[in-house]
C-alpha cells in the first residue's frame, strides 16, 4: 500500500469524528511513530510504499483511532514540556494548560534555587511536592528542568505511580545529575494518616476538578478512555480537592513557600475562598493566553 493512500483514507475516515485539520494531523503522528515518516512525505515521496512488515501494526492502531481511543494511548506516548512522556489508559493525557502550570512552578523554584545557589555551598535544596501526581509530568518536569530539586509526589492510584517510576529519563539524569522524584502512595483526602514528607518550598497540584454535570461538554473519546477518577468531582462538592490541598499546605509548605493549582475556571473565586480560610492570605488566579482562569497562586 501506498503511504499517500493510506493517507488519504485514514484522514476520510477520521473526519467523522474531527475536523479534517485534527483527523490529518493524527493520521500524520500515527505514521510518523510506526514508519518514521514525516508529514510530507507522501509528497515528496509520492511512491513511497508501507513495510509490508509495518503495515499490520499501523492499521492495528489506526482502528484504535478509529473506535475513538486518543492517540496519545494509541502510540503510548507524547510530549510535554518538551519531555517525552509515557502514557498509558491508567493516567489523564496531559494537557497545555498544565504545561502553562509547570512554567509558573519552574520559574519559582529556579529562582529559590539560584539564591541558595549563590549563598553557599551548604545550603538546603528546593523541595517540591506534587499532590495527584498522575503520569507523573509535573513531578518530572520539574526534576529535569532545575538540577538538585528534590521532588516529591503523591498519588491514590498505584497503576498511576506505576506509570510515573517507569518514566524513561535514564540517560538525561545520568547527564545532567537529576535527582529522581520520590513517587509515594498517598491519597490526598486522605487527611488522617500523616507520611511524614517534610517541608517543601513548592507545593503544585492538578487534581480532579470536573464536575458530572459538566461530562455532557465533553467529548466521548475522553469520556470513553480517560481515567474518571482523576477527572471528576460531584456537583455539590466541587472543592473537595481543594480543602484537602490547603490542609496539606497548611502542614507542608515553608512559610516563605508557594502553592499552584490548575483549577476549574467555573471555580475561580471560590477556589481562592477555600485557601484564604485556610490562612493563605496571597492568593491569585492566573489566566492563560485565552483569558480562562487555570491557576490559583497562594501563599502566606
Known amino acids: 500500500m501506498l503511504l499517500k493512500e493510506f493517507i488519504s483514507a485514514s484522514v476520510a475516515s477520521l473526519e467523522k469524528s474531527y475536523s479534517q485539520n485534527e483527523a490529518r494531523a493524527i493520521v500524520f503522528r500515527l505514521c510518523e511513530d510506526v514508519l518514521g515518516t514525516r508529514s510530507y512525505t507522501h509528497i515528496v515521496e509520492p511512491g513511497f510504499v508501507i ?6 501494526e499501523l492499521q492495528e492502531k489506526f482502528s484504535r483511532l ?5 492517540l496519545q494511548y494509541v502510540t503510548g506516548h507524547m510530549q510535554f514540556c518538551g519531555f517525552d512522556f509515557k502514557v498509558t489508559p491508567d493516567v489523564l493525557i496531559p494537557r497545555q494548560e498544565t504545561e502553562l502550570l ?3 512552578a519552574i520559574e519559582f523554584v529556579s529562582r529559590i534555587s539560584r539564591m541558595r545557589q549563590s549563598s553557599g555551598k ?28 528534590e521532588v516529591v509526589a503523591t498519588d491514590i492510584s498505584e497503576k498511576a505511580l506505576q506509570v510515573a517510576r517507569s518514566q524513561n529519563f535514564r540517560e538525561y539524569v545520568k547527564a545532567h ?4 522524584p520520590r513517587f509515594v502512595h498517598q491519597d490526598v483526602l486522605d487527611t488522617e494518616t500523616d507520611p511524614g514528607l517534610g517541608t517543601f518550598d513548592l507545593i503544585v497540584s492538578n487534581p480532579p476538578y470536573v464536575t458530572e454535570s459538566e461530562k455532557a461538554l465533553m467529548n466521548k473519546n ?6 474518571a477518577s482523576a477527572l ?6 466541587p472543592m473537595r ?5 490547603s490542609f496539606w499546605s497548611e502542614k507542608y509548605l515553608a512559610h516563605d513557600g508557594l502553592g499552584l493549582a490548575e483549577v476549574n475556571e467555573a471555580f475561580g473565586g471560590m477556589t481562592a475562598e477555600v485557601f484564604e480560610q485556610g490562612g493563605f492570605v496571597h492568593t491569585d488566579l492566573i489566566k492563560d493566553i485565552n483569558n480562562k482562569v487555570r491557576i490559583i497562586r497562594y501563599s502566606r
Open 122 to 149: 551548604f545550603a538546603s535544596p528546593v523541595r517540591a511536592l506534587d499532590l495527584c501526581t498522575g503520569s507523573g509530568c509535573i513531578a518530572w518536569t520539574l526534576a529535569l528542568s532545575v538540577p538538585g530539586i
Open 66 to 70: 478509529e473506535s475513538g481511543e486518543p
Open 51 to 56: 513495510d509490508k512488515n509495518r503495515l499490520p
Open 241 to 245: 480537592y481543594y480543602r484537602a490541598i
Open 102 to 104: 509547570c512554567r509558573h
Open 232 to 237: 471528576f468531582v460531584p456537583d455539590d462538592d
Open 177 to 180: 545529575n537529576i535527582k529522581v
Open 222 to 227: 475522553v469520556l470513553d478512555f480517560e481515567p
